[in-house]
Antibody
């Protein structure tokens, strides 16, 4: 069955760029919406942004100036870059598949990214 | 784009029913029938429990039901079981290819 797996550094220094990749196994990145969602320790979920397989994107207004999401359909991967990170960006980052605009039906296991010097 | 409002915690005894509310605005919950609910056990990824306000994915017990009135959506869990103890999050489509989550509700089964 289709599975999502996040990968990337678990520790990022303040002011640097956080980079994560989500690999879609058992399926294709085509025909779905792909989102990044994060959860600071002990807090709730926050939608970061989405990308359609065609490359269309949209981002949470609160993060828009710092976020870039891209897709590589040949590798069945999509990626997140978040620039100028601070401690407030410390969170578990999830990648998720969206069934159109309706809901997120498939989630990765999440990866903890800590921002610290 | 403000987070949807959920109670921080609810509780109930085994066999009882609980309802978790999720209040948004006319720009999200009130404007679209694309409200979904997710269950999250500690250290685990969220799991879809209800979508399109009232629908359940295959494998989710019919003890879980959703509804909506105006700007407020609700998740009702009947016949509470110990394994239902978890955090629950609502999510709504908010237009222009954006989504907003609730702050989460901790369900305690007494």
């Amino acid at each position: 069955q289709v599975q999502l797996q996040e990968s990337g550094p678990g520790l990022v220094k303040p002011s640097e760029t956080l980079s994560l990749t989500c690999t879609v196994s058992g399926g294709s990145t085509s025909s779905y919406y792909w989102s990044w969602i994060r959860q600071p320790p002990g807090k709730g979920l926050e939608w970061i942004g989405y990308i359609f397989y065609s490359g269309s994107t949209n981002y949470n207004p609160s993060l828009k100036s710092r976020v870039t999401i891209s897709v590589d359909t040949s590798k069945n991967q999509f990626s997140l870059k978040l620039s100028s990170v601070t401690a407030a960006d410390t969170a578990v980052y999830y990648c998720a598949r969206g069934l159109g605009i309706r809901y997120f039906d498939l989630w990765g296991r999440g990866t903890l990214v800590t921002v610290s010097s | 784009q403000s987070a949807l409002t959920q109670p921080r915690s609810v509780s109930g005894s085994p066999g009882q029913s609980v309802t978790i509310s999720c209040t948004g605005t006319s720009n999200d919950v009130g404007d679209y029938n694309f409200v979904s609910w997710y269950q999250q056990h500690p250290g685990k990824a969220p799991k879809l429990m209800v979508y399109d306000v009232t629908k359940r994915p295959s494998g989710v017990p019919d003890r879980f039901s959703g509804s909506k009135s105006g700007n407020t959506a609700s998740l009702t869990i009947s016949g509470l079981q110990a394994d239902d103890e978890a955090d629950y999050y609502c999510c709504s489509y908010a237009g222009s290819y954006s989504w907003v989550f609730g702050g989460g509700t901790k369900l305690t089964v007494l």
